[in-house]
């Protein structure tokens, strides 16, 4: 049995903090969020609405990678209105979520729709890929890869393997060949065997680096040059990251109109909080989480998930799945 | 955020600059401000509010120079703080007696350990050894693929084999003392943290081949995470060391705070680039520049320098308006100036001034005479140069190796400016009449509308007297 499905059946029974796992169903339906909040939060619950109690939530915020700026301003937020420290918590939950709150739907308009796939080094792209291409495929859409990350060696043959277990083709050139070729290559095959999707793997860069920011430009520019149309184009952020995210996310946009946010590596010890910041100043959505090694692991973002994560000590993929648990018992949901 | 910081420094120094030490209270609202900016660099806030704690005892105790700023002192002292726990111990190599020595990479997925494995190889085949790569990442497809063709390039035989990472692990050991290598290194697969099976199977490679160096390989641009992730690879495996990679990017690099914190061992090497002599040893004291921001640091030190100056200009200002202005002030103000470097080179800085042109040995030579002047007079006649009759002249333009005509055209510069400035500090207040139109009319007295700072002044009848001689 694959190891992420066992952990998530562990997962099922844990996703009840320790506390929360002794109170009974009762208790549960009484408190919304109880089943979800870490422990330094469930402590805080029931103390009186203080300057510790906003101390400890901020810390909370802070740990999740939020970022300060961020972080205050949420809590300016809900500060203005909270009674509570319950109340508090469940103001700061709404906020969280209203701030992420956009559109996840990834765009296939055009014959064949270019999905760009950018990001700096080791995020996890051509994991990402892969986990599109079955998502689509399995979805009944024809699909193209692109292996345009020329640079890395052994790259193309990690899309391959995975192109293989897919069932998609890959287009690619020869190592160290100009990615925009191999795009521009890949969109004409897919024209003409009329697939629906084309999704291109490019090369991990640091976006500080200018030559390789403006090879990625050209890619883009040759692909709006291809048949088809450039209909998404992802940015691929690792959840354990911090604050530089919103650097690259910044100049990735600024490069080449960046679309939405795939956010991966989820199942892990990070909590993604930049996106928040990603989403307010360059109003960037997030359409996609990654929550695993395996073809499937890939999920479309939903910000009460997601919050509810960043909220408790469990993992975004304990949250998924304790999802059917908590329906029951949760009236916030 | 930054600039910010700066400002908010500047305030907090320059208040306790004129107390002359810094106050328990004075030092909680820099520390905040510092938290702030680490945090921003993505240190964990735990680790954060340990070190602010241990730099407020150290600021507390430190001896204070009074000789030096508030600012450079806890400025300093945060980074030496921040070197002596990124740097504690440096770090170095024991070779193993029987070869080979053995180095396990463990860390997260994309945190660069199969770049960095072979960037090690390379650093040690500099060092004048035969390395092994051993590829123990079954896992990501094509990695063991990656792996070869790395190596390929400067030439590093590779080792791998099946589907088990184990005995990968221990088939390149044994291949690496058939082949008489003399280091052995073990790439692994990436893994989860908190993915206990996956820690228990490193945990296994790490018993199988038994390293004397295991390096936790961790990504520059980590999050709060990098603690805890530390931690739990420190638990599994014993770390020796971190790789701290993509410090290319435009990272600040706390998550290395975090992990070296967490778990006690120093930071071994640094990879700065894609290229495979990107690889170095780790510097301690450029890793705590760029973490606290070190063009901003600079800039900090900086700007409260300057906010001292004009503090102490201010003075001289108040000075001034009472008449008291003296040559001694004069003399300090002109030092103030030179210190700021070339004449021309202010001015460039200044918007709408770059185009024109000074010419600065002459007029660095002239504040170089009008300073030996002043310094060959006696306090008395800086105090009061009324004093300064022929014989005084002369002998101020022979200490300072002058003319007497030199040392007339100076006093008397001198004064003009000192009645010139005074009649500024008056001039706020006389604007008043003169809008209603009544020219050199009736004047408003001082007494009822004088601000704070003139308020105190000893001679009242001192600042009538200038106020009379300006009108007429």
Request: hydrophobic share 40%; charged share 25%; net charge negative.
């Amino acid at each position: 049995m694959p190891l992420f499905r066992r952990r998530k059946q562990e997962a099922a029974f844990s996703a009840r903090t320790p506390d929360s796992a002794l109170a009974s169903d009762h208790e549960l339906a009484s408190d919304s969020t109880q089943a979800h909040l870490a422990a330094a939060l469930v402590a805080i619950k029931d103390a009186k609405l203080g300057e510790d109690v906003w101390l400890e939530i901020e810390r909370h915020l802070l740990s999740a990678d939020l970022g300060v700026p961020t972080t205050h301003r949420l809590l300016e937020s809900v500060k203005a209105e909270a009674t509570s420290s319950a109340h508090a918590l469940e103001l700061l939950r709404q906020v969280l979520v209203n701030n992420l709150a956009a559109s996840t739907s990834l765009s296939t308009e055009g014959s064949p729709a270019i999905w760009l796939v950018v990001g700096v080094n080791g995020v996890g792209k051509t994991t990402t890929i892969a986990k599109l291409a079955k998502r689509e495929t399995d979805l009944g859409r024809r699909v193209v890869l692109a292996a345009a990350d020329t640079f890395r060696a052994a790259a193309t043959e990690q899309l391959q393997m995975w192109a293989e277990r897919v069932g998609v083709s890959v287009v690619h050139g020869s190592e160290g060949s100009d990615p925009a070729s191999v795009v521009f290559d890949a969109v004409e095959h897919a024209a003409a065997n009329s697939a629906d999707i084309v999704i291109a793997d490019t090369a991990g860069r640091i976006h500080t680096k200018s030559n390789l920011m403006d090879e990625i430009c050209k890619v883009r520019r040759v692909a709006d040059k291809a048949s088809g149309r450039v209909a998404e184009v992802l940015l691929v952020l690792d959840a354990t990251n911090g604050q530089n995210g919103i650097a690259q996310a910044s100049v990735f946009t600024e490069a080449v109109d960046v679309t939405g946010i795939v956010l991966t590596k989820l199942d892990g010890a990070g909590k993604g909080g930049i996106v928040l910041s990603v989403q307010h100043e360059l109003g960037l959505p997030v359409k996609l989480i990654g929550v695993g090694e395996q073809i499937t692991d890939i999920e479309t973002f939903r910000p009460e998930q997601f919050v509810d994560a960043l909220l408790s000590d469990a993992v975004l993929s304990d949250a998924v799945l304790s999802d059917a648990v908590l329906s029951e018992v949760s009236p916030m949901r | 955020m930054l600039s910010t910081l700066t400002s908010r420094f500047s305030q907090i120094f320059t208040r306790a600059g004129r107390r002359g030490r810094l106050k328990p209270d004075d030092i909680d609202e820099v520390l905040a401000e510092i938290r702030e900016a680490l945090i921003d660099a993505d240190v964990n806030v735990d680790v954060v509010e340990k070190f602010c704690g241990a730099v407020r005892g150290e600021c507390l105790t430190a001896e204070l120079h009074q000789a030096l700023n508030p600012t450079e002192q806890v400025i300093q002292i945060v980074r030496d703080q921040l070197i002596a726990i990124l740097g504690g111990e440096s770090f170095s190599v024991t070779y193993a007696s029987k070869p080979p020595t053995v180095v396990l990479l463990a860390g997260l997925q994309g945190s660069g350990k199969t770049t960095n494995a072979v960037k090690l190889a390379r650093w040690f085949v500099q060092q004048g050894r035969q390395p092994l790569l051993v590829g123990a990442d079954l896992q990501r497809p094509a990695a063991v693929e990656q792996l070869r063709v790395l190596a390929g390039e400067i030439s590093i035989p590779v080792y791998s084999e099946g589907r088990d990472p184990v005995r990968a692990a221990s088939g390149g050991l044994k291949e690496a003392k058939r082949l008489g290598r003399d280091v052995l290194i073990c790439d692994t697969a990436g893994r989860l943290s908190i993915d206990k099976e996956m820690m228990r199977e490193v945990g296994r490679i790490s018993k199988a081949i038994s390293p004397q160096y295991t390096f936790f390989v961790l990504d520059a641009m980590g999050g709060q995470a990098a603690a805890s992730v530390a931690e739990s690879f420190h638990e599994t495996l014993e770390l020796d060391g971190i790789i701290l990679t993509k410090l290319d990017s435009d990272a600040r690099g706390g998550a290395v705070l975090s992990a070296r914190e967490t778990v006690g061992r120093p930071v071994a090497f640094a990879s700065t680039g894609e290229r495979l002599d990107d690889f170095e040893l780790f510097h301690p004291d450029r890793m705590a520049g760029r973490i606290l921001g070190k063009g901003d640091v600079l800039t900090l030190i900086e700007k409260t320098e300057e906010a001292f100056e004009k503090a102490e200009a201010e003075a001289a200002a108040e000075r001034l308006i009472a008449g008291t202005y003296t040559l001694d002030d004069f003399l300090d103000q002109m030092r103030q100036i030179r210190k700021l470097g070339p004449l021309s080179g202010l001015l460039g800085r200044m918007p709408g001034m770059s185009g024109m042109e000074i010419d600065d040995n002459s007029s660095e030579q002239r504040l170089a005479h009008m300073e030996a002047i002043i310094c060959s007079m006696t306090p008395m006649e800086r105090f009061k140069p009324e004093i300064i009759n022929n014989s005084r002249r002369q002998r101020i333009a022979q200490g300072s190796g002058t003319t007497t005509a030199d040392v007339s055209k100076l006093i008397r510069e001198f004064s003009n400016a000192r009645k010139l400035m005074s009649s500024l500090g008056k001039a706020p207040r006389k604007a008043k009449p003169a809008k209603k139109g009544k020219k050199g009319g009736s004047r408003v007295t001082p007494k009822g509308t004088v601000s704070p700072k003139v308020a105190n002044l000893p001679d009242v009848a001192n600042l009538d007297f200038l106020w009379q001689t300006e009108t007429t």
